[in-house]
């Protein structure tokens, strides 16, 4: 998984080792309580819960606590009230079920991996403490072979699960879909004795020899697949367990390959492998190119060093002691102390300076945690240092001073990924001391229109959330006395949307008509604030998701085209807004693909190089030709208008 998270070309298929660690789990845990069973003829399920949670729960809690200072030091503040979402939910052992309700992540250019998405395998773990042995319990009063009965039908059902659910994130994060490997694991431990009960000599010879090729296949697979391997997702997964049992056989029962897993090393790091696995994932966002100073293989052994010595120092002081019921003594407590503090002092220094120059807010992409959604706070930084004003209480502050006369724009620019990576490069340009001011609101994939799912392609979809997102930037714009809305949305819009059992898209005529009725009341409810709405129009993707993986470090999940590379649909949903904010006179379509495009007419890979996202670097570029464009449109509206807040200064 190390090499997984590091992004190592040849380990795409690293997430296959969680896959073993379920079946590993479930043989474990079965044989526990069928030993303590046989032993005492009952299960103490309060007993059981009680040791697991002396097992598990010390490491955790240094992993949230490390979760939290990576939220603080190396994730945007755009993505924080996210983030705090996902420790939340992984505090609670349910943190795949928020990954499935918000959709696999969609990732932009600048977005950053969450600090506990590692957290969803440890939530279905700990679902399984919590069943399976009421589960045992239960079943074992009629016997052995009830007992294995109900373990294989909550192993069938979860392989039907797999091939019959649609969404490739459900497959992947879901109890329900993955319970079968534990399943299998959990089958393996009841059918044991009939294993052992087989001539010896045989028994270790197929064991060493499944073992091996097991082991074989599996470095093949993960050199080979990707979390956009179709056929994990339509039973790949369950059909993988086979591998886990062979493996766990050769473990046990084979010779030369028991052998070489019990190399001292690799005993070693399996005492710590809990803690491992726990604190990565913080540490390696941490200690980042940037931070460090190093990358490629420095970068890795440095993040590999400092994992290590947090999971020691966690065995030591906090796991063994709260496991075994005792304190940690001797030079044991200052060694594991001083190594704990230095490696998680270590990854916070040097944090990344403030910003100088004019004054830059930047306003969280929000995320509902429940059916009511909230927004992260909002951060202003300036030369002073920063502040931080609740979002909630945006709404409830008074307007600014009345402007002079002439005075540079204050702009409230939201939407989704577009806006993100566009408004960095106005940002940049406010933070060189010219007056324009920027306040950035972005949800990734955020729509006007969105029903259950966005379906982006064949095996992928999500839901954004973007439900507060206009009264967020409503809300915003009376806060800081705004002179315009900028808009940058609809990409996402061009992709499938699954509403109940129907697929549905821009061009059909409901879906067109449903969208245009959201979209003008979403545009009422900004007119509402008396500034220009500056709503720019949607350049056909052509997104390319290799080249996407390449750039991003991580593949796009699902198989085939994006259903949103129609320049059709591209050319509609143009149309369709340009109806609408015509019924409204402070807005305005902003001809962005045309400044795109430039003369060539079509959209050079340096601006956009996956035919989707913009590079950052052509953010920058274009940030000063945007703002030009952004003045003549907002000069359109103020001949046609009288507005209070014209005029703007739209030097740049």
């Given at each position: 998984m190390l090499l997984y998270h590091q992004g190592a070309s040849f380990a795409h298929g690293g997430f296959l080792g969680v896959s073993v660690f379920f079946t590993l789990s479930g043989y474990l845990i079965t044989s526990l309580l069928l030993a303590e069973h046989e032993r005492t003829g009952r299960i103490d399920v309060r007993r059981f819960w009680s040791r697991r949670l002396r097992r598990l729960l010390p490491a955790s809690l240094l992993g949230l606590a490390l979760a939290l200072v990576?939220?603080?030091?190396?994730?945007?503040?755009?993505?924080?009230?996210?983030?705090?979402?996902?420790?939340?939910?992984?505090?609670?052992?349910?943190?795949?079920?928020?990954?499935?309700?918000?959709?696999?992540?969609?990732?932009?250019?600048?977005?950053?991996?969450?600090?506990?998405?590692?957290?969803?395998?440890?939530?279905?773990?700990?679902?399984?403490?919590?069943?399976?042995?009421?589960?045992a319990a239960l079943a074992l009063r009629r016997g052995r072979a009830t007992f294995a009965l109900a373990v294989a039908l909550v192993a069938v059902a979860s392989l039907a699960r797999q091939v019959t659910v649609a969404s490739s994130d459900h497959v992947y994060f879901g109890t329900d879909t993955r319970a079968a490997e534990l399943g299998v694991g959990a089958l393996l431990a009841l059918a044991w004795p009939a294993i052992a009960s087989a001539p010896a000599r045989w028994r270790v010879r197929v064991a060493d020899v499944g073992g091996w090729c097991a082991f074989a296949a599996l470095v093949v697979l993960v050199a080979g697949v990707d979390l956009t391997t179709g056929t994990l997702y339509r039973g790949g997964l369950g059909a993988f367990t086979a591998l886990s049992v062979l493996l766990l056989v050769g473990a046990v029962e084979g010779a030369s390959f028991a052998r070489a897993l019990a190399w001292q090393p690799l005993r070693a790091l399996g005492r710590v492998s809990y803690g491992v696995y726990v604190v990565h994932v913080p540490l390696f966002l941490l200690l980042s190119a940037d931070r460090t100073g190093v990358d490629g293989a420095p970068l890795f052994a440095l993040r590999c060093a400092v994992t290590l010595a947090v999971a020691v120092a966690s065995y030591h002081l906090l796991e063994l002691p709260v496991r075994s019921g005792r304190a940690v003594?001797?030079?044991?407590?200052?060694?594991?102390?001083?190594?704990?503090?230095?490696?998680?002092?270590?990854c916070t220094f040097p944090l990344v300076?403030?910003?100088?120059?004019?004054?830059?807010?930047?306003?969280?992409?929000?995320?509902?945690?429940?059916?009511?959604?909230?927004?992260?706070?909002?951060?202003?930084?300036?030369?002073?240092?920063?502040?931080?004003?609740?979002?909630?209480?945006?709404?409830?502050?008074?307007?600014?001073?009345?402007?002079?006369?002439?005075?540079?724009?204050?702009?409230?620019?939201?939407?989704?990924?577009?806006?993100?990576?566009?408004?960095?490069?106005?940002?940049?340009?406010?933070?060189?001391?010219?007056?324009?001011?920027?306040?950035?609101?972005?949800?990734?994939?955020?729509?006007?229109?969105?029903?259950?799912?966005?379906?982006?392609?064949?095996?992928?979809?999500?839901?954004?959330?973007?439900?507060?997102?206009?009264?967020?930037?409503?809300?915003?714009?009376?806060?800081?006395?705004?002179?315009?809305?900028?808009?940058?949305?609809?990409?996402?819009?061009?992709?499938?949307?699954?509403?109940?059992?129907?697929?549905?898209?821009?061009?059909?005529?409901?879906?067109?008509?449903?969208?245009?009725?959201?979209l003008d009341r979403r545009l009422s409810e900004l007119d509402a604030v008396g500034i220009p709405v500056l709503w720019t129009d949607v350049p056909p993707p052509s997104w390319d998701p290799a080249e996407y993986a390449a750039m991003q470090g991580q593949p796009l999940p699902g198989d085939g085209p994006p259903y949103m590379n129609d320049p059709v649909r591209a050319s509609r949903l143009n149309d369709l807004d340009s109806g609408v904010l015509a019924r409204h006179p402070l807005a305005r379509h902003v001809p962005y693909t045309a400044l795109l495009e430039g003369s060539s007419g079509t959209v050079p890979t340096s601006i956009r190089p996956d035919g989707l996202h913009l590079a950052r670097a052509g953010a920058d570029q274009l940030a000063p030709a945007l703002l030009d464009l952004l003045a003549t449109t907002y000069r359109a509206v103020a001949a046609a208008d009288d507005l209070a807040r014209s005029p703007v200064d739209w030097t740049p």
């Open positions: 990576a939220v603080a030091v190396a994730v945007p503040t755009r993505q924080q009230a996210s983030a705090i979402g996902d420790i939340r939910a992984a505090l609670a052992d349910v943190a795949n079920w928020r990954f499935i309700v918000h959709g696999t992540p969609y990732v932009d250019l600048t977005t950053v991996m969450s600090p506990v998405l590692h957290f969803w395998s440890l939530a279905i773990e700990e679902q399984f403490y919590l069943v399976f042995p009421l589960l003594r001797g030079r044991m407590a200052p060694v594991a102390v001083a190594c704990g503090l230095v490696a998680v002092v270590a300076p403030a910003r100088h120059g004019s004054t830059l807010v930047v306003a969280a992409a929000h995320a509902p945690t429940s059916t009511t959604t909230t927004t992260a706070p909002t951060t202003t930084v300036d030369a002073a240092g920063s502040t931080t004003v609740p979002a909630a209480a945006a709404a409830a502050a008074p307007p600014a001073a009345a402007p002079p006369p002439s005075h540079p724009p204050r702009l409230v620019l939201f939407g989704d990924s577009t806006a993100l990576a566009t408004g960095a490069g106005l940002s940049d340009m406010a933070a060189h001391g010219n007056g324009l001011e920027v306040s950035l609101l972005g949800t990734l994939g955020c729509v006007v229109y969105h029903g259950d799912a966005l379906v982006v392609r064949d095996n992928f979809e999500f839901t954004p959330a973007c439900d507060t997102l206009f009264d967020d930037a409503v809300a915003e714009a009376r806060r800081i006395d705004a002179d315009a809305f900028v808009v940058f949305i609809g990409s996402m819009e061009l992709s499938n949307v699954r509403v109940g059992d129907a697929v549905q898209h821009i061009g059909e005529p409901d879906f067109d008509a449903t969208y245009t009725a959201l």
